[in-house]
Nanobody, 120 residues
Framework: QVQLVESGGGLVQPGASLTLSCVASGSIFSINAMGWYRQAPGKQRELVAVILSGGSPTYRNSVKGRFTISRDIPKNTLYLQMNSLKPEDTAVYYC??????????????WGQGTQVTVSS
């Protein structure tokens, strides 16, 4: 069974930094892409950043220049370095991976989420 486990969330003040991690485990053959999504109360889930197998990252405009997505391919681990955090960044952050296993074709998997709260 493939599992994605996020960690690193917490309660911080505006302007602080946090680093989120996501570890994918299981019978993974290859990972096509990994990304971070977030969902604030009463709002739809939105893409924060995604990194493809070729290593090229994409960010939503509101986090450009503040967040950095990276990936450790041998460890199947995804990171999100978040700087200059704002109250509007408050949300549950979810890890997503598009991958194939040794016995299934490509599909998407989700982590359980980690809470990020930015408040003074």
């Amino acid at each position: 069974q493939v599992q994605l486990v996020e960690s690193g969330g917490g309660l911080v003040q505006p302007g602080a930094s946090l680093t989120l991690s996501c570890v994918a485990s299981g019978s993974i053959f290859s990972i096509n892409a990994m990304g971070w999504y977030r969902q604030a109360p009463g709002k739809q889930r939105e893409l924060v950043a995604v990194i493809l197998s070729g290593g090229s990252p994409t960010y939503r405009n509101s986090v450009k220049g503040r967040f950095t997505i990276s990936r450790d391919i041998p460890k199947n681990t995804l990171y999100l370095q978040m700087n200059s955090l704002k109250p509007e960044d408050t949300a549950v952050y979810y890890c997503n991976a598009a991958l194939t296993t040794w016995s299934t074709s490509a599909r998407e998997y989700w982590g359980q989420g980690t809470q990020v709260t930015v408040s003074s």
